[in-house]
């Protein structure tokens, strides 16, 4: 297993990142947006779902 600090190559799309890091931060970000894109394609489905459960503003 690669150490965090050690120099690894990893290529997604056309970006080569030197360290985990920087590909971990790459990864979340894309994990994030996605989330955040799902959220707003159903935001119905999560509006109707919150006012089940009761929080208000649904």
């Known amino acids: 297993?690669?150490?965090l600090n050690?120099?690894?190559e990893t290529?997604?799309?056309v970006e080569t990142f030197e360290y985990?890091?920087?590909a971990?931060?790459?990864f979340r970000s894309?994990?994030?947006s996605r989330f955040i894109a799902g959220l707003n394609?159903?935001?119905g489905v999560f509006t109707t779902?919150?006012?089940s459960v009761g929080f208000a503003g649904a």
Do not use: P, Q, T, W
Request: aromatic letters at 8%; zero cysteines; proline letters at 0%.
């Open 1 to 3: 297993m690669a150490h």
């Open 6 to 8: 050690e120099r690894i």
């Open 11 to 13: 290529k997604v799309g």
């Open 20 to 22: 985990f890091s920087d």
């Open 24 to 26: 971990l931060e790459a």
């Open 30 to 32: 894309a994990m994030s």
């Open 41 to 43: 394609e159903n935001r």
């Open 49 to 51: 779902y919150k006012a």
